[in-house]
């Protein structure tokens, strides 16, 4: 238990994290109506509002309504004060980005990646970040966070494996707090896009979400009452490893039939590469000048786009088996929300709704299936990146003040 006496500034800097919240969830509030919701006294809520007054976190705007005696001055929550980077791990690429205390991108660039070895990464994610922070003269956050393939313990910051890459227990929070002297935070890239889609983009205002990235794998964000589900040791999510096929295709994880080997872009580009030599005619010959090796996830997309017979035939193919997946995960966890992204997900995703809906008509529960709202991402190709930011951005309190703030981004 606190006691106030002994620990008068951890009082203040837990006070502080408090006001602001209230602050940030209302557009404008008085000083008396923050002491009422808080339960704090009129004098502490003036004094640590000066403080952030002083700090430029918050801002007086207007006059509010008097209930007799002098009318209030407001206040609001100013989101150009600080700013936070986060960046995402595409292919050989990080995705940088820097945002407000709203999320929204101020500024963005791409950097590559040498090699496939954890060291390279780490030194272009330090140039990246040098770079985006070259000539910003704003405050920013002491911590970034990271959206990163495979298997992710985000409590210590370590990536257990990422097969794409050959990774095995990279400890990436370590490796680059050493260097850049500020916290890092560290979530699976899809997981990190599906908090931007709870924050900020389809899934806002909803409590039971599931979002499903779609790229070189599959892998799932699940929210439950409006919390992100971990599992037991991080791994809750990984949607690209249930079997759709008791007999399919071999996977790198040791099953056989995995999700991912039918709906990820490798896995399409596959398809489209076997059907064509089995002697079906397709524009994806032409888009890629006879080499079949060329054809991959995106180019699949947009040939189904374009109207390629075969591309849509991969795309109803891989949808049939998204839609075994998504019918069993709406009769044991009755989303209201399933969102598609990733860079499959949210290109196709217009593509693949029609044929999923078929499947999920016929593979889910009726009760549980009217409760679904099936959309695609519109957030773009940046929405990793923002959401590895938004794990900077649920501890700006703690960042800022030093102490811990209660949120729904915590991992
Ligand atoms: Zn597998």
Request: net charge neutral.
């Amino acid at each position: 238990m606190l006691r106030e006496a002994a620990q008068p500034e951890l009082v203040r800097q837990i006070n502080s994290a408090t006001l602001l919240s209230l602050i940030e969830a209302k557009s404008t509030v008085s000083r008396a109506e923050l002491a009422r919701l808080s339960g704090l006294s009129r004098a502490t809520v003036s004094n640590i509002v000066e403080t952030f007054l002083e700090l430029d976190l918050v801002h007086e705007k207007g006059i509010g309504d008097s209930r007799g005696g002098r009318p209030p001055v407001l206040l609001a929550f100013n989101p150009y004060a600080w700013y936070a980077v986060g960046a995402e791990l595409v292919d050989s690429d990080w995705m940088l980005v820097l945002v407000d205390l709203r999320g929204q991108v101020r500024k963005s660039l791409s950097v590559a990646i040498n090699t496939n070895r954890p060291e390279d990464a780490v030194g272009a994610f330090v140039d990246g970040y040098y770079r985006i922070l070259d000539g910003f003269s704003k405050p920013v956050l002491p911590g970034v966070g990271l959206g990163v393939p495979g298997l992710v313990d985000g409590k210590i910051g370590v990536i257990r494996s990422a097969a794409d890459l050959g990774w095995v227990d990279v400890p990436v929070r370590k490796l680059l707090e050493a260097k850049l002297g500020v916290s890092v935070y560290v979530i699976n890239r899809h997981k990190a896009a599906g908090l931007v889609e709870v924050s900020y983009g389809g899934g806002v205002g909803s409590r039971n979400l599931v979002y499903i990235g779609i790229g070189t794998g599959v892998a799932a964000a699940l929210f439950f009452e409006g919390q992100m589900l971990q599992g037991a040791n991080s791994s809750a999510g990984e949607l690209g490893h249930v079997t759709v096929e008791p007999n399919g295709r071999p996977c790198p994880c040791g099953n056989h039939g995995c999700l991912q080997q039918y709906v990820s872009g490798p896995a399409m580009a596959a398809r489209a590469r076997e059907l064509i030599r089995s002697g079906n005619r397709s524009i994806l010959e032409e888009m890629n000048t006879g080499n079949l090796q060329l054809i991959s996830g995106k180019s699949v997309c947009e040939a189904a786009e374009a109207g390629d017979s075969l591309s849509l035939r991969v795309i109803q193919e891989a949808a049939e088996y998204l839609g075994i997946a998504i019918a069993n995960l709406v009769n044991v966890l009755n989303p209201d929300t399933v969102v598609l992204g990733g860079p499959i997900g949210a290109n196709s995703g217009a593509l693949l709704l029609k044929p999923l809906e078929r499947t999920l008509r016929k593979r889910s529960m009726s009760h549980p299936l009217r409760a679904l709202n099936l959309i695609h991402s519109t957030m773009g190709n940046e929405a990793g990146a923002r959401g590895a930011a938004a794990l900077v951005l649920a501890r700006k309190s703690e960042l800022i003040f030093g102490v811990e703030e209660a949120s729904s981004l915590r991992q």
